[in-house]
């Protein structure tokens, strides 16, 4: 699928932080993007993540605008993150799980185990950070032994609903994560595209509901947003038994 101009996406980091090139021992082409949180002169909280993107490899090795916005969302949510149980599926370049390590969250970052590629540039991000975060190959839909070993109270996923095939396997396997820990969240942000039906039938199906449903734009800072385009929504989701919340 082809992903490169979707949602106004201009290639280039999105957050206003510096971004250098090189070519690697293979020829090729990779840029470190710098991604700032906070602001250094105000906040004694702030900081930057690195990411380590590949021009010449998969959407898997880019930073989208959907995980600028999540990652910001995470920022802005700190204190809900400290000390907790977080996991990002579909991570790419894992710049909101890196967030959420950095505000001291203990974060599993997984992609599919077939994209090995992608795995490791997740371990590469993390050495570039300094960050512990454990890294594993993790399928949708498959009930791998790895998936019975994570217990995430938080559940990240940024542009993890664009391809429609693979929304059943999504949504079987973010229900299983949720009902092995009570209370426990999925956040994920998404282009409102024409899946959007399909998206409701099943979380319906899933025994899913919606707490929270907002713009992505209505808590970026005016430099992040405008340097992103597109229709992304941020949606909290979790079991249907689950008590609070507000849809």
């Given at each position: 699928?082809?992903?490169?101009?979707?949602g106004?996406?201009d290639?280039?980091?999105?957050?206003?932080?510096?971004?250098?090139?090189?070519?690697?021992?293979?020829?090729?082409?990779?840029?470190?993007?710098?991604?700032?949180?906070?602001?250094p002169?105000?906040?004694?909280?702030?900081?930057?993540?690195?990411i380590?993107e590949?021009?010449?490899?998969e959407?898997?090795?880019?930073?989208?605008?959907?995980?600028?916005?999540?990652a910001e969302?995470?920022?802005?949510?700190?204190?809900?993150?400290?000390?907790?149980?977080?996991?990002?599926?579909?991570?790419?370049?894992?710049?909101?799980?890196?967030v959420?390590?950095?505000?001291?969250?203990?974060?599993t970052?997984?992609?599919?185990?077939?994209?090995?590629?992608?795995l490791?540039n997740?371990?590469?991000?993390?050495?570039?950070?300094?960050?512990?975060?454990?890294?594993?190959?993790?399928?949708?839909?498959?009930?791998?032994?790895?998936?019975?070993?994570?217990?995430?109270?938080?559940?990240?996923?940024a542009?993890?609903?664009?391809?429609?095939?693979?929304?059943?396997?999504?949504?079987?396997?973010?229900?299983?994560?949720?009902?092995?820990?009570?209370?426990?969240?999925?956040?994920?942000?998404?282009?409102?595209?024409?899946?959007?039906?399909?998206?409701?039938?099943?979380?319906?199906?899933?025994?899913?509901?919606?707490?929270?449903?907002?713009d992505?734009?209505?808590?970026m800072?005016?430099?992040?947003?405008?340097?992103?385009?597109?229709?992304?929504?941020?949606?909290?989701?979790?079991l249907?038994?689950?008590?609070?919340?507000?849809?």
């Amino acid at each position: 699928m082809d992903r490169e101009n979707e949602g106004g996406y201009d290639g280039s980091s999105g957050t206003g932080g510096e971004t250098t090139g090189k070519s690697d021992a293979a020829g090729q082409m990779t840029t470190i993007s710098v991604h700032r949180f906070g602001e250094p002169d105000s906040d004694a909280d702030s900081f930057t993540v690195a990411i380590i993107e590949n021009m010449q490899e998969e959407y898997g090795m880019f930073v989208w605008p959907c995980g600028i916005v999540l990652a910001e969302y995470v920022w802005q949510q700190r204190r809900r993150f400290f000390g907790t149980s977080v996991l990002e599926l579909g991570a790419g370049t894992s710049l909101p799980g890196l967030v959420a390590a950095k505000l001291g969250a203990n974060v599993t970052l997984t992609d599919d185990s077939n994209r090995l590629e992608v795995l490791e540039n997740i371990r590469k991000v993390c050495d570039l950070n300094k960050l512990n975060c454990e890294v594993v190959g993790l399928q949708w839909g498959v009930w791998d032994p790895c998936i019975f070993n994570v217990h995430p109270q938080i559940i990240l996923g940024a542009d993890v609903l664009y391809d429609s095939s693979a929304f059943n396997d999504l949504f079987s396997t973010v229900t299983f994560l949720l009902e092995n820990v009570p209370g426990s969240v999925f956040i994920t942000t998404y282009h409102n595209r024409s899946g959007h039906h399909l998206i409701e039938f099943l979380m319906v199906k899933w025994g899913l509901k919606c707490m929270k449903l907002v713009d992505g734009f209505s808590f970026m800072p005016l430099d992040k947003a405008s340097r992103l385009g597109g229709n992304i929504q941020l949606a909290e989701i979790a079991l249907c038994c689950q008590q609070g919340g507000s849809t």
